[in-house]
């Protein structure tokens, strides 16, 4: 009984992998309100062409000649969505003993990425930008998905985080330059566009690593800890990830040595700490900033993972997950942040949650001074975490548009996508269709029920019950 549950598990997300079959090579949607957010245009009683996987004309005057008809009825139209930050093909992260030490793993599964794939088509999300992760894993995905082998977000990628931790199928870490040059090439070889500089790193390793993958001919992103951004910004690094950025030299000089003496090995109170001591108009974070947009260096802040470790008591009230949207073999994420604050007492929970404010500010000082912001849900599946990411970035003060284009035009183009995130002739045909008018409240973006992507049409309820049912099967297999 077990393996035929485990046969049905497996044939099941090996449906939800196959491109719909069978649909007209043109169609018109009509009685649409269309919201291109790089135009700040809404177009009601509209309609759109599609032919070819691409959007051939919009309009509102009298329909074109076209034998199909999809009626939206009165739904909102907008372009596909963008996750920045999305972990597609990443494994669930487990620690075992090994020879008396722990042994980490985030080691991919096809079955896991099949499922996280259909799961972000499930939300809205046609493309996607994955800062880390295997390469075999993300070159394989990316050509099963470019030959319409499967159905899932369109994906770019950087490889293995160049990190002393050893942690099978997530880190890499090289002997010397050397080694270096030939892990980059080798990840350069399965189609990288960046490589991901980790936060164990001294300040001489990451220079080295901004300095090798320019030569060749590769951005570098990096999330940091002791290093501080601007060092790395300094040392050439393209983009920045995660709003934690706990170097001391960001603080005032007066707080530095305070927040040295306090940070101990083992433990992360350091994090909400951090945030309490920062001036953002202090001089080192003032620098900072002019830094960032002048050489126009990246940054997707990933609030929910702040957010995440500050409230971790309360994760079940917060991000409360449905069978749709994480493989329950991935389910051990709670646990994880959990550790990650293990000797957190009631007192630094509530102080870190009266700082969170502190960290959205952030947002608006960035997005104030002109740094290139994208937006992430640093999650398997997008889902709830990617619509909790909008969410906090409405909260932290920017208006619907603006949030709009950084899921849509602004990534396709800071990211280097091509002919995306428009809703215009001549994209790309990746659209959403939503039921709720995201302008009012970009909670909007959970009402998707339809996903549409280079013309090929996905009905967001079935997807789900699809998801549903193989999370459902693989937990009876699992018994």
């Known amino acids: 009984m077990k393996l035929i549950y485990h046969t049905l598990s497996t044939l099941v997300v090996a449906i939800l992998l196959i491109a719909p079959q069978a649909q007209a090579e043109q169609y018109l949607l009509i009685n649409a309100t269309l919201i291109d ?66 042994a980490l793993s985030m080691v991919s599964h096809e079955a896991i990425t099949r499922f996280h794939a259909a799961a972000a088509l499930a ?69 990288v566009s960046h490589i991901k500089l980790y936060h164990g790193l001294s300040e001489a390793e990451l220079r080295q690593g901004t300095t090798l993958a320019k030569a060749a001919g590769l951005k570098s992103i990096a999330h940091l800890d002791h290093v501080s951004w601007q060092f790395a910004a300094d040392a050439g690094v393209d983009a920045l990830t995660h709003a934690f950025m706990p170097s001391a030299d960001l603080l005032p000089q007066a707080a530095r040595a305070q927040f040295e003496a306090d940070r101990t090995p083992g433990s992360s109170q350091y994090l909400y700490r951090w945030f309490e001591a920062v001036d953002y108009d202090a ?9 960032l947009a002048s050489k126009n260096i990246r940054v997707d802040l990933t609030l929910i993972a702040t957010e995440m470790a500050f409230i971790q008591p309360k994760l079940d009230s917060f991000y409360p997950t449905s069978d749709w949207q994480i493989h329950p073999a991935a389910a051990n994420w709670r646990q994880n942040i959990g550790m990650s604050v293990y000797n957190w007492t009631a007192d630094d929970f509530q102080r870190a949650e009266a700082v969170y404010p502190k960290v959205l500010e952030l947002v608006e000082r960035m997005h104030e001074a002109g740094v290139p ?4 849900s640093d999650s398997y599946g ?38 995306i995130g428009r809703l215009k002739a001549g994209a790309q045909a990746d659209l959403i269709a939503i ?19 280079a013309g090929i049409r996905h009905s967001v309820a079935a997807l789900r019950a699809d998801l549903a049912s193989a999370a459902q099967a693989h937990r009876i297999s699992a018994q």
Not at 52 to 59: E, H, S, W
Not at 283 to 291: D, H, N
Not at 373 to 376: M, N, Q, S
Not at 435 to 453: F, G, Y
Request: hydrophobic fraction near 40%; charge should be negative; proline fraction near 7%.
């Open 283 to 291: 001089e080192p974070m003032q620098t900072l900033f002019r830094t």
């Open 123 to 191: 939300s809205g999300v046609t493309t996607a930008f994955s800062p880390a992760g295997d390469p075999i894993a993300n070159h394989r995905y990316a050509k099963q998905q470019r030959s319409g082998e499967l159905s899932g977000p369109a994906l770019h990628y950087a490889g293995l985080f160049f990190d002393p931790t050893p942690i099978a199928g997530g880190s890499v870490y090289p002997g010397d330059a050397d080694g270096w040059r030939a892990e980059i090439e080798r990840q350069k070889a399965l189609g």
């Open 373 to 376: 912001l994208l937006i992430g």
């Open 382 to 419: 997008a889902g709830d975490w990617f619509w909790r990411e909008l969410q906090l970035h409405q909260r932290a003060g920017l208006d619907n548009w603006r949030i709009l284009q950084m899921v849509t035009s602004d990534a396709a183009r800071i990211l280097q996508l091509g002919n």
């Open 37 to 102: 957010p790089a135009t700040e245009t809404v177009t009601p009683n509209a309609w759109v062409h599609i032919a070819d996987g691409k959007i051939l004309a919009t309009g509102n005057t009298p329909l074109p000649a076209v034998a199909e008809h999809i009626d939206l009825d009165g739904a909102f139209l907008l372009p596909g969505l963008i996750d920045a930050h999305l972990h597609l093909t990443a494994g669930p992260l487990t620690v075992d003993m090994k020879d008396g030490a722990p």
């Open 435 to 453: 039921t709720q008018n995201p302008l009012d409240d970009i909670a909007a973006l959970r009402s998707v029920n339809l996903v549409i992507q």
